[in-house]
């Protein structure tokens, strides 16, 4: 079964540091892979998505994430953050053969600090 | 606009109680989700329903139930067999059946329940 791993709970960074959130995930079949932020009492929204074709993704906000099949990696990166990203930001895979199940992994508390 | 509607955001039951969160969309999706959040665990499903008047049990279903009479509804009733409801809950839905389902979920704002 599809398993995702976020390898750090909390990210602590200070305003206009670079960041960078860390995901693997089990499957080395192909997948789908999705980055999703959720604010304080709110739904989950879509950040960004890897379907097919260029690994590199690009999404809201000024995140982008890297597809690297080798290393089963789907990590998101920001250069510059501000202090609206403070959030929780979590990873997740699904399995073109599975009819949409999502698989979500832990999450990463993004704190930033002025 | 289109969207999903979560209510109430926030609810307090009573041990014992049964008590059923909504969700109702109007995004003509055919996939709908719900998941429980705890802190430090992620998102879990709970049960989804790919097609009206069909639902399957997700990873932790018990002491839940719902039901799919119509496309843009499906509520959650969190029973007195649930033993440890407290939790926020988030409702889901996505497009397309079976393999042109990607997977993509649209989430309401979530229902807060604690039980007293």
């Known amino acids: 079964a599809q398993s995702v791993t976020q390898l750090d709970s909390q990210v602590p960074v200070f305003e206009e540091a670079p960041v960078e959130l860390r995901c693997n995930y089990s499957?080395?079949?192909?997948?789908?892979l999705f980055w999703y932020v959720q604010y304080p009492n709110q739904g989950l929204q879509l950040l960004l998505k890897?379907?097919?074709?260029?690994?590199l993704v690009k999404g809201i906000n000024g995140f982008e994430a890297e597809f690297n099949k080798s290393q089963t990696s789907f990590h998101l990166r920001k250069p510059s953050v501000h202090i609206s990203d403070t959030a929780e930001y979590f990873c997740?895979?699904?399995?073109?053969?599975?009819?949409?199940?999502?698989?979500f992994g832990q999450g990463t508390e993004l704190s930033v600090k002025p | 606009d289109g969207g999903i509607t979560q209510s109430p955001k926030y609810l307090f039951r009573k041990e014992g109680q049964n008590v059923t969160l909504s969700c109702e969309q109007n995004?003509?999706?055919?996939?709908m989700y719900w998941y429980r959040q705890d802190p430090g665990q992620g998102l879990r499903l709970i049960y989804y329903?790919?097609?009206?008047?069909?639902?399957q049990k997700g990873d932790i279903a018990e002491g839940y139930s719902v039901s799919r009479e119509k496309k843009e509804s499906f509520p959650l009733t969190v029973t007195s067999a649930q033993k440890n409801p407290t939790a926020f809950y988030l409702c889901?839905?996505?497009?397309?059946?079976?393999?042109?389902?990607?997977?993509?979920?649209?989430f309401g704002e979530g229902s807060r329940l604690t039980v007293l």
């Open positions: 995004l003509n999706h055919d996939a």
């Open positions: 329903s790919q097609i009206v008047n069909d639902f």
């Open positions: 890897y379907l097919s074709g260029s690994t």
């Open positions: 499957s080395s079949v192909s997948v789908y």
């Open positions: 997740a895979v699904s399995d073109p053969g599975q009819g949409g199940k999502l698989i």
């Open positions: 889901a839905s996505s497009t397309g059946t079976g393999p042109a389902n990607t997977g993509e979920l649209f």
